[in-house]
């Protein structure tokens, strides 16, 4: 048990939908972040939050829509995904503000485009 | 561009020891984390270096050599449930998180 959690653990759904990922920390971090897992592969920084506002956006198609209602909930809306979008999608805080120190990550949600 | 290197995937004996090397070059360095990933499972933090040198912790430790771009991961006495990827990490001048692609590894009997 990190003090992170995503929900939900596995997703399917098909190139027209609409979903959402959830990611809650209960560690009291000023930063979150979202990053995509896909096999053989590094992590892909995808979007930051520092104290609800967003500081990085590294060239992400527009179909993820980020949400950082309050400092302990990031939300990631998916809507047209491709089926090369399939991957572990990985959440994670970090207790300051600053880019340092260690991040705690979610177990990951995974993802599958039809 | 930046770039850190692991192997893909090593195989080691319960008992033994192993070393897992990683590569690096960055823009600048603000130091070099160790992850350990279970399949279906997050992440955990298992080591930091900023300094040259050998950081021991238990049965783990982590060594760094920034002149030469070098780190590695030394697991003692290894364990069934050391069985995992191990992802090397490295934070460049900008504080910007570079990723390995990460070192498969598995424990046999």
């Known amino acids: 048990e990190t003090g992170v959690t995503q929900t939900p653990r596995h997703l399917v759904m098909g190139m027209t939908n609409k979903k959402s990922l959830k990611c809650e920390q209960h560690l009291g971090h000023n930063a979150m972040y979202w990053y995509k897992q896909s096999a053989k592969k590094p992590l892909e920084l995808m979007f930051v939050y520092s104290l609800e506002e967003r500081v990085e956006n590294n060239s992400v198609p527009s179909r993820f829509s980020p949400e950082c209602p309050n400092s302990s909930h990031l939300f990631l809306h998916l809507h047209t995904l491709q089926p090369e979008d399939s991957a572990l999608y990985l959440c994670?805080?970090?207790?300051?503000?600053?880019?340092?120190?260690?991040?705690?990550f979610g177990e990951g949600s995974r993802l599958t485009v039809l | 561009g930046q770039n850190i290197d692991q192997p893909t995937e090593m195989t080691a004996t319960e008992g033994a020891i192993v070393q897992i090397n990683c590569t690096y070059q960055?823009?600048?360095?603000?130091?070099l984390f160790w992850y350990q990933q279970h399949a279906g499972e997050a992440p955990t933090f298992l080591s930091y270096?900023?300094l040259d040198g050998l950081e021991e912790k238990g049965r783990f430790s982590s060594f760094l050599s920034r002149s030469k771009g070098y780190s590695y991961l030394l697991l003692k006495e290894l364990q069934m449930k050391d069985s995992a990827s191990y992802l090397c990490a490295v934070m460049d001048s900008n504080y910007q998180l570079i990723w390995g692609a990460g070192t498969k590894l598995i424990i046999k009997p």
């Open positions: 994670a805080s970090r207790p300051g503000a600053r880019n340092t120190g260690e991040l705690f």
């Open positions: 270096n900023v």
């Open positions: 960055t823009s600048g360095f603000n130091g």
